[in-house]
């Protein structure tokens, strides 16, 4: 199969196309036409290489896709050759304690597809059965592969950690971004007033589409000062702080007596400077996420298949210009999702 893969760490430089060993589905196994893959910023991380963490090498980007399942392990009841799925990124035993509570993401050999396993950028993939997800035929691929981690990373983090309620009111910061975009939808959803902050007024514009109402330009305006007059001096009920080391001093600010501030990553760097003052004398909630269960999963794509939200693809790339798209990802520049297609296809 055609696989875009690096054979060492480093910048977009390393990542290169060419042939791979086709995967086979074993017993549970599903394997699929991979259609779309979609980047998110822990493809970055992985090829920049993790300390502490060696993969074997070469290997595979990616950890959302899209595709048709070509064929079925022993075992497999719940998908179909031909069913049109989406990947569920999460890998899980089934079997530890916090499975078995319905928690995959706390499960003790927890695992993300494309980052301990070999990804999806590439032609063919084989997931466990569970983590192919059916799709109708009115849901694009290129839309679809957007879809899976960004939603499920936002829907935990807000509701299914955060406990967000209606008439609440949300900072989310970098609200252009992946997680972003659905972090604005699922906050309007859910009842609550949201505040978008971006670097640029494109990407605002968007934010906006999406039914944020408050947009904030934190290149132009004072962030913290601006959050106070749009919530008469109180801050906000929840701050969706994944930006990390640039503004997670803010978010603290930002951030209402008795308030959550919740993060799912740190794409500016994962060591900030806390004033713990701010937390224990307003006594805010720091509430960390990863990713979700396969529910933190279906019922945010349920809300996008009754059209109460939508993928928002920002660029699509051929697989042959991965590397490009991964550039375009480390400029920050785009609103929305970048998606590979793999393969052409409706
Ligand atoms: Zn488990």
Known sequence: MKAVYYEEHGGPEVLQLGELPDPVAG????????????????????????????????????????????????????????????????LSCGRCEFCLQGDASLCRSFKIIGEQTQGTCCEKIVVPEQNAVTIPKDLPFVEAASIPLVFLTAWRMMITRGRLRPAETVLILGAAAGVGIACIQIA???????????????????????GADVLINYTREDLPKRVREETAKRGVDMCVDYIGKDTWVQSLICTAKGGRVVTCGATTGYDPKTDLRHIFFRQLEIIGSTMGSKNDLITPL?????????????????????????????????????????????
Do not use: Y
């Not at 699929?32 to 090498?57: E, F, M, T, Y």
């Not at 809300?303 to 210009?321: A, S």
């Open 27 to 90: 017993p549970g196994g599903v394997l699929i036409d991979v259609k779309a893959s979609s980047l998110n910023h822990l493809d970055l991380w992985v090829r920049r290489g993790l300390p502490g963490i060696k993969l074997p090498l070469p290997h595979i980007p990616g950890a959302d896709a899209a595709g048709i399942v070509a064929a079925i392990g022993d075992g497999v009841t719940e998908v179909a050759v031909g069913d049109r799925v989406l990947v569920n990124p999460t």
């Open 188 to 210: 309007k959803v859910a009842g609550a007033r949201v505040l978008a902050a971006a670097g640029s007024d494109d990407k605002l514009a968007l934010c906006r589409e999406l």
């Open 302 to 346: 349920g809300l996008i298949l009754d059209g109460k939200m939508r993928p928002v693809v920002g660029e699509v790339f051929p697989l042959e210009q991965t590397a490009d798209a991964h550039r375009l990802m480390e400029s920050r520049t785009l609103s929305g999702k970048i998606v590979i297609r793999v393969a052409d296809s409706e």
